[in-house]
């Protein structure tokens, strides 16, 4: 049973911005580890943004200052916001997950346990 499920998504013009979002039909625990990946045709999959419990968040350099990971509590979502999009964002975009019972400071954010569907993004020049 998919627990992360994907919304957004799609086509749109480079300079455009665009936002994904992905619902948790899961609980977190204390400790989590939620993140933004995307795999392009041909490429590897790169985890473009994280969020931790510490709290933490960092992004990949191509991305750093254009896209912004957040979580939204109230609706129960992981949202990414992405603006300045390039034709070299086009890839489909999963949201991942794994949290730990108990408080894990500086938990490690290698592998996940929740993966979701994966909207695709392409960006037209």
């Known amino acids: 049973q998919l627990r992360l499920r994907e919304s957004g998504g799609g086509p749109v013009q480079a300079g455009g911005a665009m936002k994904v979002s992905c619902e948790m039909i899961?609980?977190?625990?204390?400790?989590?580890?939620l993140a933004w990946f995307r795999q392009a045709p041909g490429k590897e999959r790169e985890r473009v943004a994280l969020l931790t419990s510490d709290p933490e968040i960092t992004y990949a350099a191509p991305v750093k200052g254009r896209f912004t990971i957040a979580r939204d509590n109230a609706r129960n979502t992981l949202d990414l916001q992405m603006n300045s999009l390039q034709p070299e964002d086009t890839a489909m975009y999963y949201c991942a997950a794994r949290s730990w019972a108990g408080w894990v400071p500086s938990a490690p954010c290698i592998e996940y346990t929740e993966w979701g569907q994966g909207p695709q993004v392409t960006v037209s020049s």
């Open positions: 899961w609980h977190i625990y204390e400790t989590f580890c």
